[in-house]
């Protein structure tokens, strides 16, 4: 929200190719989860509140990126998920191509799974990770959805416990 005020008042927002930002990861994934819903809320809210920057002829080039970024990671690619699996469960049987389809997905949600019990029980893969982590995010933002429809986005929350380490 604050870029696109930045914006609304007719400033530029550039690139800081040597700016560099860090953030302390969550304390666990309960605590990452709250976050991720929360941050998945307020970025449909603001998507909400920003619809001014999808005109391409007033915003041109940000409009593009703004719509391809918001709209490809608050809406579209959870559904596609879904959509892509349910078609995957109708198809499989279709040909060969489907069938490969279907087993590579399957691979990768058992891996997802598999990514979760080693959570669950504290153990760490880095390969088990990747697909974990990916689902579970867009899980979040599902999460986040039903959040915002249910009216409980706060302006205020309650900030993550993080790892302390230096």
């Known amino acids: ?15 800081a190719p040597k700016a560099l930002a860090m953030e302390k990861p969550s304390m666990n994934i309960e605590e990452e989860y709250k976050r991720k819903v929360r941050i998945s809320a307020g970025g449909l809210q603001s998507t909400i509140r920003t619809t001014e920057f999808f005109n391409v002829k007033k915003y041109g080039i940000v409009a593009i990126q703004y719509l391809i970024h918001r709209i490809s ?3 579209i690619s959870p559904i596609l998920l879904i959509l892509a699996f349910v078609a995957s469960v109708f198809t499989f049987q279709s040909g060969p191509l489907f069938l490969v389809i279907f087993i590579m997905q399957m691979m990768f949600y058992s891996a997802a799974l598999m990514g979760w019990i080693y959570k669950e029980n504290k153990k760490e893969s880095r390969l088990l990770n990747i697909p974990f982590y990916f689902l579970f995010m867009h899980y979040c933002v599902v999460m986040g959805w039903i959040r915002y429809a249910k009216g409980n986005q706060q ?12």
């Open 1 to 15: 929200m604050i870029s696109m005020n930045i914006l609304r008042k007719g400033y530029r927002i550039a690139y």
């Open 155 to 166: 302006a205020a929350w309650q900030k993550a416990a993080r790892l302390n380490y230096n």
């Open 73 to 75: 990671r608050w809406t």
